[in-house]
């Protein structure tokens, strides 16, 4: 092993620890839990295969977790990425006081979410800002976070409050990196305004979307403190995500088995949707 390989080796090592105790041996570990199961009331751990996969596929809770992940994931991410999208190519032009909008989108990344969440859950009140300025519209009170048709909603405006600032900073850096000068030609051809962002813009932006959109994809699969701060999964388990099922099995129920079987189920979940957005995305070039 020559010299220029050893050296970087020893630059990489750094990362290679990293990645081999904070991820790969976790999830080895969690692999491993998940074939067995620990009696709650002897204590005893016994090998017990694919049986905590079967239990939860049999389980309504999980399954009703998944039904709500999906739906959640599907609304969710094609808002935020179209909201970003939008808001990266206004941004882009130059107008007066473009700035200072732009700080006001990318002001609540600066915010913990968890801040966020209490922000938002006091807004989300019986008494709260929003039903105040439903009243002074001539409008009824909602019920927002305490209604099962309302709540998966409120929680999407609130992750999206917080996720279109952070993928529209990706896009307008994606947008920046496209040359003037194509513009400018497809003007000269008489390209409309939507036939430029059809055909030059969206094409040299979708690597840039590409990344956004997996990026956000695993993010909202793993939204959990939201849930946790102001619904707790419900009402009626109407945003019981598998994240928070996950944290209810583990540490509520006790059962960490079964809470390391849903965590691999999700780790395939999430790789599955994946690897079908990069297929689709390949096929487009």
Avoid: C
């Amino acid at each position: 092993m020559g010299r220029p390989v050893l050296v970087s080796l020893a630059f990489l090592a750094p990362a290679l620890i990293a990645l081999l105790v904070l991820r790969l041996v976790p999830a080895a570990i969690a692999f491993a839990g998940s074939l067995s199961h620990t009696s709650l009331v002897s204590g005893e751990t016994s090998f017990v295969g694919l049986g905590n996969y079967a239990t939860l596929f049999s389980d309504p809770t999980f399954l009703q977790s998944v039904r709500v992940t999906l739906l959640f994931s599907v609304i969710v991410n094609p808002l935020q990425i179209a909201a970003a999208l939008a808001l990266a190519v206004l941004y882009t032009r130059r107008f007066a006081g473009v700035r200072f909008l732009r700080v006001l989108v990318i002001l609540p990344i600066a915010v913990p979410p968890a801040v966020s969440a209490a922000i938002w859950s006091v807004a989300y009140r019986p008494d709260g800002l929003l039903n105040s300025v439903l009243s002074v519209l001539g409008l009824p009170p909602q019920p927002f976070l305490t209604s099962p048709g309302q709540a998966l909603w409120s929680l999407i405006v609130l992750l999206s409050w917080i996720g279109v600032g952070y993928w529209m900073m990706f896009l307008i850096a994606g947008l920046q990196d496209i040359p003037v000068s194509l513009y400018e030609a497809a003007a000269i051809d008489g390209a409309s305004a939507w036939a430029r962002f059809w055909h030059v813009t969206l094409p040299l932006l979708r690597r840039p979307l590409a990344f956004v959109l997996v990026a956000d994809t695993v993010s909202n699969f793993l939204v959990f403190a939201p849930v946790q701060m102001l619904t707790n999964g419900g009402p009626e388990g109407s945003t019981n995500v598998t994240m928070f099922d996950i944290f209810t099995r583990a540490y509520t129920v006790g059962d960490l088995s079964l809470a390391q079987a849903e965590v691999m189920l999700l780790v395939l979940l999430v790789l599955a949707v994946v690897i079908v957005q990069f297929r689709l995305l390949r096929g487009k070039d």
